[in-house]
């Protein structure tokens, strides 16, 4: 398995403002991956982080909005822009565990819930 | 997109087992998942199961595939309370690594 570490855990937030959540995993991972669930609801992917490029968005979430680093094989990061009440969620962060990218252990990270007024 | 469906709520009694029930689309799916959420907490990986696997048992849990029509569930055996969660199924499909995930299943362990 994988110990993944999400900063913060919760954050209360003002609208128009920033906040950049971190994943750190105790081990090189190739793939990560950023999820939200609203409040309610089941996840859905925001993208793949991916070392040395740029991440790859899916239909509906831009860089602009969700600007995402990936430095090196163990750590990432997600930046929530210009946030506004509709921003209010839990964001996960997860990895697929495994020397190559072809093994199916996926875990994720124990979210990072915000709150934005 | 592909689609994953699951059933919202499942009630049963402590020690009966539980069935959760889910049905994707994709013909491509390369593994399937069952992830556990309890209030307020991540999503813990339960269990997972190789697309040309039918079985897979891990102590409590039976995971059945049924690849032909595309349905997967899973089996706990007696069921206690602590069992109360969430139950999130999800597929992995061909190279892109992502998951689909369902609605969830809130299982609810009554005494």
């Known amino acids: 398995s994988a110990v993944i570490s999400q900063k913060p855990s919760r954050d209360i937030c003002q609208r128009g403002t920033s906040l950049t959540i971190q994943c750190q995993v105790d081990s090189q991972v190739t793939m990560m991956f950023w999820y939200r669930q609203q409040p309610g609801q089941s996840l859905t992917l925001i993208a793949t982080a991916n070392q040395g490029s740029e991440a790859t968005y899916e239909s509906g979430f831009v860089i602009d909005k969700f600007p995402i680093s990936r430095p090196n094989l163990t750590f990432s990061t997600l930046t929530v822009s210009n946030m506004s009440p509709e921003d209010s969620s839990i964001y996960l962060c997860s990895v697929i565990v495994g020397k190559t990218a072809n093994t199916g252990e996926l875990f994720f990270g124990e979210g990072s819930r915000l709150t934005v007024l | 997109g592909e689609d994953v469906e699951q059933s919202l709520f499942l009630s049963v009694r402590e020690g009966d087992s539980s069935v959760i029930n889910c049905t994707y689309t994709d013909s491509s799916s390369t593994y399937l998942y069952w992830y556990k959420q309890e209030p307020g907490a991540g999503l813990q990986l339960l269990t997972y199961?190789?697309?040309?696997?039918d079985m897979k048992q891990d102590q409590r849990l039976t995971v059945l595939l049924n690849k032909k029509d595309k349905h997967l569930s899973l089996r706990i055996a007696d069921t206690q309370t602590g069992d109360s969660a969430i139950y999130f199924c999800?597929?992995?499909?061909?190279?892109?690594?992502?998951?689909?995930f369902g609605s969830g299943t809130q299982l609810t362990v009554l005494p």
């Open positions: 999800a597929e992995m499909g061909g190279s892109a690594r992502q998951l689909t």
């Open positions: 199961i190789f697309s040309n696997m």
